[in-house]
C-alpha cells in the first residue's frame, strides 16, 4: 500500500534534491502473484526529459499508471518536488491521490478523448471542476492551448470527427490545461498511421524545448534521441540501463539493450 | 359528442391518470434503475446481493400479481400501523408498484449500460483528477445513457400499458374510465377502441421522443460508426 503525507517535505531538511520534479522510490507492483514492477527507484528533475524504452510488456504503461494511480501500487515512494506531496507504502486517500494528478498530465496510447464531449468542453472540465476555474477562464486557456497544438478551428468539434493525430493533439492539450509538474506520455504516437505522427512529434518536442519535465515511452528511438536528456531501458520491471541519449544509443553496456536496438532498426526511420 | 354519449371528460381524466400514473413511476423507477445498477456493480457484497435479490423476485413475477400484493400488503401493513382500516390510495399504490417493476428492469439496464463504458473513458476522467462522483457525472452517466435508452424506451411503453392493470385496484385510470362507460353504455367496442387509440397515440409519440433523444444522445458517436 502507498500512503501520502503531504507535510512530510516540510519536514525534511532542505538538501540537494530540491530540484528534483519527481522522485519514485523502490516502487513494486504486482498483478496477482506476477510482480510486474520490481523495486524500480528513478528521478526526474525540473526540465528533465526521460524517454522510456523497452519491449513490448516490460512494464512500461504499469510503471506511468502507478505514478498517477490508475494503477495502485503496492509499495514504495512518489514524490513530486514542486508542490510538496509524497506518497509512500501505506493507505492512500482518494483526496491524496488527486493532488498527486493533479500534478501528472497523462497522455495516453490511445488518446481517450471523451467521446459525447466537443474538443472544448474536453479540455475544460477537469480545469473547471477540480481546479476551480471560471468557464470563460478554462475557455480562454484551452482556446491558448488549442493555438498551441495547432487546432484552433477545431474547438467546436467531437473528437470523432477528427484525425487520430489530431485527436492526441487535444488530448496533450487536455493534459496541459491543468499545468502539471509533469507529463507522462504513454507511447502517444503508436496508435497512429506513419503519416500522422510528425505532428504529435512535434508538439511534444516544442514541450520539451519549453523546459517541461517529461516521462515518455515511446519506440520512435530517433525521437528520443533528439528529444530527450536521459534514456532509461526497462527489462522485467526493472531499469536495465539508463544514461544520455549518446552514450546509451552508440555503446550501451547492457547485452539486452544491444539486442532490443538492433533488433528496432528496421523500424529506425523517422 | 354522440360517439362518446357524455363520457368524454370521463375519458379525458382517465387518460390524464394514466400519463400522471406512468411518468411518476417512470422518473422513480429511473431513480431506483441507477441505484440498482450501481449497487450490482459495486463492490460492497451486501448491496449487490440486495440487488441481486430485488430483480430476481420481481422480474419473476406477473406485474398484476405484484400490484395485487403490494395493494393488499400496503393495505394490512398500515391498517397494522395506525390500528385502524386503512385504504391505501388507488394512485400512490399503482406509482409504488410500478415504480417497484420499472426499477427492477430498468437496473438490469442501467448495470449493462455501464458496464459499456469503456475503461479508457473513465480512466481518462481519473487521469484528470476529476473525483469518482465527478467522473460519474460528466463521464459515466451521459455515456450510459447513450446504451440504455433503447432498453429504457422499451421499458417506458411496457410501463404505460402497465397502468392498466392499476385499475383492477380502482386506479380511475384510462382503461377503467373505458370499462365504466362501455358498461353504463352497453358500447363496449366503441369504448375500448376508443382507449385503444389512445394508449397507441401515448405510445406513437414516445416513439418519436425516444428517437430524438437517442439522436441527441448519439452526439459526436454516430459519426465514426
Ligand atoms: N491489469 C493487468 N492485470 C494483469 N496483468 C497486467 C495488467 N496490466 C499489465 N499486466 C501485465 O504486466 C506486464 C507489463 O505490462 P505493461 O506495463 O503494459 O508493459 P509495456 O507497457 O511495457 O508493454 C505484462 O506482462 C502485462 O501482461
Ligand atoms: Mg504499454
Redesign the interface.
Known sequence: MVKFNPDALQSMPDQSDTTAALRVVDLRKRFGQLEVIKGLSLTANKGDVISILGSSGSGKSTLLRCLNFLEPPNEGEIWIGGRQIQARAGATGQREINALRINLGMVFQTFNLWLHKTVLENIVEAPIHVLGLSKPEAQLRAEELLLKVGLADKRHAYPSQLSGGQQQRIAIARALAMEPEILLFDEPTSALDPELVGDVLKVIRALADEGRTMLIVTHELNFARQVSNRIVFLHEGQIEEEGPPDAFFTHPSSPRVRQFLSSQRDGYHR | MTLLQGFGDQIIAGAITTLQVALTSLVLGIAVGLCGAMAKVSGIGALRWLADGYTTIVRGIPELLIILILFFGGTVALSALFGRYVEVDAFAAGVFALTIVFGAYATEVFRAALLAVPR??I??????????A?TFR??IL??MW?YALPGLGNLWLTLLKDTALISVVGLEDLMRKASVAAGATHDPLTFYLIAAALYLTFTSVSLVGLALLEQR?G???R??E
Open positions: 479508457s473513458q480512466e481518462a476522467a481519473h487521469a484528470l483528477a476529476l473525483s469518482r465527478l460528466l463521464v451521459p455515456q447513450r444522445a452526439r459526436g458517436v459519426i465514426s
